[in-house]
């Protein structure tokens, strides 16, 4: 929404700056985008008087003026073909900027053709005040030699862009942001009442609401005797100056009123009306028309129409028809004024892909109060600029009701804000805002005004309150100090989360956030077909939940290789869904790399799944999974490559992650080039730990001072037998004095019988509290034995 300053003055008696406008703007809620003001790239150039005009000694094309500027006399070659004796021109200093031009003037005079030239006189185009680049600015009164160039071009009026937040359709009409600004203290809220016009003959044009729920009330009446044209001047620089481009008077009147008052209208040729107008449902194809955009439409049974007996000639609360559109030509012109449902005019503008002015304020709610002044004020405009003849107005249906009244105590305000204002202050704020205040007590009735129908409970009014008085005022309180001991408010969940982030940083991954939805293709490439589809996606690439956040991570990947990262990893820890049961959702920790070789002089391996591997180790260690008790398989699902992936089970069915290579059609479709390794990390399928009664049990990391004991053992076993079933099983023979198993030799061939093989395995066994003897050591070297023999069905290789 934008506006200019001298806009907002119109309804803002106010001698409040630029800067105390916006400020007082933003500390009211308003959010500006941006300001501009034309005077700040301007403030260079001044008036400057051509005291003699006389040609170029060595260029025909060339004049040599005379200037009489705030600088003293200057001397300055212009080749401008309308340069004379006597006018007023804008002039530019040495080292001053051209806006327009995009170009600085050299900060020394500058030798044009031998002569000297102290500055510039400038154009419309130089100065980025129009196309005209012909000749030089030639301003018209009198201006005194000095006086800001601004000024004399009318060109010093700021326009002010700000964000409307979509409970607030009132700050789509500059009257309603000059309201909140008086309430706030930035001056007088002077918008006069609209009084109504009197109509002369009765309306020759029916109307009628056939659809009530999209158009619950419908005004219009005719003007006839019009003289339609080009706007005035002051009408189209208003609508220039917030990016609108006039078209013709009754149009511009309209765009006016949209934007002053927040009000949208329609104007129709009423030589191009048969019979009667009504509001009613859309027929599909029998109601195709072209749009004032040029575009064709077929508005269905969901869509509310405006029609005469022969034709659909718009669509309501959108965009009106281009068979029925005013031209220069209309004598005789129909005026509506209407209210439209939100809901159906949003959904209307969905489908259809349109996006009008009408549509951006329908569909937040437009004041339903201002149907009939609303068309009266249009009236007014145009008998004044275009002449002609009133008839009476015509309405269909009935305005809807106001909002109800809110019973509000007063002391809410302390209640909610802490803020312990003057119940006379309270009531002040409510009635500048347009609110009735009745009653005597703390609870008073507070009657809504129609244009602020988000305001439904007394929390409301309470924000009203506290945000015209100023969110800034408000002291910073600290919350009270509980008595006794602190416990800690992050959860398990929370604290392995923060673990599992730390670990993969600090094995060299970075952290991505992405986004928690994915087109329904990619949920199809991880296995999920019937993903959570989205009743009102942002994006038709966003329209399902994601079921695991490979998608983003892999094409994020592939983005950061294409902008030259020479190893990228990254990981992301979130959400993923699978249904919409109340455990359909689970935390998962992803991570991605590719499958490359550093470059080394020494050479260096590519990375592969067994670093996949390693990283979901590390993450589940640090979770606090019992990685001792961990299994792998290679039963990973068909996004992984077969043959180089696994999972890690606790148990028979608990899986707690899976690894390994992603599989090469999964990344085509990604459009991810090369091989790429991850892993997928389940928090949520880690068991809590048990707690423990209190014992003398050793810290985890405190280092023995006696030297430990390496013994090395093959068995034989079945090759269906994996290593890690044979190190588990030796690692739980002795737990207290067994503090590593590692595998360093598989053999198959002569002295093994075929279907079987030899691992070998180093034992290491770590005292704490002695040193062994030959004995114990033999004790523990046969438990090694024996549990590897029950788990496994090995024999030890003689």
């Not at 009409?173 to 109509?199: F, I, M, S």
């Not at 996004?639 to 390994?660: C, M, N, Q, Y």
């Not at 389940?682 to 280092?703: G, S, W």
Request: hydrophobic letters at 45%.
């Amino acid at each position: 929404m934008k506006f200019t300053l001298s806009w907002l003055k119109e309804h803002l008696k106010t001698s409040a700056t630029l800067a105390e406008i916006a400020d007082a703007m933003t500390m009211a809620g308003l959010e500006i985008e941006h300001v501009e003001n034309p005077a700040d790239s301007l403030a260079a150039f001044t008036v400057a008087k051509v005291i003699e005009a006389r040609p170029h000694p060595d260029a025909d094309k060339l004049r040599v003026c005379t200037v009489d500027t705030r600088d003293g006399i200057k001397e300055i070659v212009c080749g401008a073909p309308n340069a004379r004796s006597g006018m007023l021109a804008v002039y530019a200093p040495l080292g001053a900027y051209m806006p327009g031009a995009d170009f600085t003037l050299d900060a020394k005079p500058r030798k044009i053709r031998g002569v000297e030239s102290h500055g510039m006189l400038c154009s419309a185009a130089e100065l980025g005040l129009g196309d005209d680049h012909d000749g030089i600015i030639d301003l018209a009164g009198e201006w005194p030699v000095g006086t800001p160039a601004a000024q004399a071009l009318g060109a010093g009026d700021a326009v002010i862009d700000f964000e409307v937040t979509p409970n607030r359709p009132d700050w789509l009409g500059v009257a309603g942001v000059a309201r909140d600004l008086a309430a706030a203290g930035a001056g007088e809220y002077v918008t006069p009442k609209v009084e109504p016009v009197k109509g002369n003959f009765p309306c020759p044009v029916a109307i009628s609401t056939d659809w009530a729920e999209a158009c619950p009330v419908f005004a219009g009446r005719v003007i006839r005797g019009v003289r339609n044209g080009p706007s005035p001047d002051w009408l189209q620089k208003r609508l220039k100056a917030i990016g609108l481009r006039p078209i013709n008077a009754l149009v511009d009147v309209t765009n006016l009123i949209s934007h002053d008052r927040g009000r949208p209208l329609h104007v129709y040729d009423a030589a191009k009306i048969t019979g009667a107008i009504r509001a009613r449902r859309g027929d599909g194809a029998a109601d195709r028309f072209e749009a004032l955009d040029g575009r064709e439409y077929a508005p269905d049974e969901s869509m509310c129409v405006i029609a005469d007996d022969a034709r659909a000639l718009g669509l309501g609360g959108v965009m009106g028809g281009e068979y029925s559109g005013c031209t220069d030509a209309t004598t005789g012109v129909f005026i509506e004024s209407a209210w439209f449902d939100p809901v159906i005019t949003r959904a209307t503008g969905k489908a259809t892909g349109i996006e009008s002015d009408a549509r951006r304020r329908f569909e937040r709610g437009v004041d339903p109060g201002f149907v009939l002044p609303g068309l009266e004020l249009a009236t007014r405009l145009i008998l004044d600029l275009c002449g002609g003849e009133p008839s009476e107005v015509r309405v269909a249906g009935a305005i809807p009701a106001p909002p109800a009244d809110i019973a509000f105590p007063v002391s809410e305000v302390k209640r909610l804000t802490g803020l312990n204002l003057p119940r006379a202050e309270i009531v002040n704020i409510l009635t500048a805002l347009g609110f009735g205040v009745s009653g005597a007590g703390d609870v008073v009735t507070v009657s809504v005004p129609s244009w602020r129908r988000d305001c439904e409970q007394k929390a409301d009014l309470v924000e009203e309150v506290a945000r015209i008085h100023g969110y800034d005022r408000i002291r910073a309180v600290s919350l009270p100090r509980p008595k006794g001991r602190r416990t800690p408010t992050a959860t398990p969940g929370q604290n392995r989360a923060r673990a599992i982030r730390r670990m993969l940083a600090l094995r060299g991954y970075h952290e991505a956030v992405t986004w928690s939805f994915c087109e329904t293709a990619e949920a199809a490439l991880f296995g999920y077909t019937q993903g959570l589809a989205l009743a009102n996606p942002i994006s038709s690439e966003l329209d399902v939940m994601r079921p695991t956040p490979f998608p983003h991570l892999l094409k994020a990947l592939q983005e950061n290789a294409d902008r030259g990262a020479a190893d990228p990893r990254l990981f992301e820890l979130g959400p993923a869904y699978m249904t919409d049961a109340p455990d359909g959702q689970i935390s998962v920790a992803a991570g991605v790399r590719r499958v490359l070789a550093p470059r080394h002089w020494a050479g260096a391996r590519a990375a592969d799944l067994f670093d996949a591997k390693a990283d979901a180790l590390a993450a589940l260690a640090a979770a606090g999974a019992p990685v001792d008790s961990l299994s792998v398989a290679a039963e990973a699902r068909g996004w992984w490559h077969p043959g180089r992936s696994g999972v890690i089970r606790l148990g028979p069915k608990t899986v707690l992650a899976e690894f390994g290579e992603l599989h090469p059609a999964v990344l085509k479709k990604l459009g991810v080039e090369g091989r790429v390794i991850g892993f997928e990390v389940y928090p949520d399928a880690i068991p809590q730990p048990k707690r423990k009664a209190e014992t003398k049990a050793r810290p985890a990391l405190v280092r023995s001072a006696f030297m430990p004991v390496r013994r090395d053992f093959a068995f034989v076993v079945d090759e269906a037998v994996t290593a890690q079933d044979v190190i588990r099983a030796a690692k739980g023979a002795e737990r207290a004095l067994i503090a590593d198993v590692a595998l360093f030799d598989v053999y198959r061939g002569k002295g093994v019988v075929e279907g079987r093989k030899s691992l070998a395995l180093e034992a290491v066994i770590q005292p704490f509290d002695k040193t062994l003897t030959d004995a114990e050591i033999d004790a523990v070297a046969k438990k090694i034995v024996a549990a590897v023999e029950k788990a496994t069905g090995g024999t030890l290789r003689g």
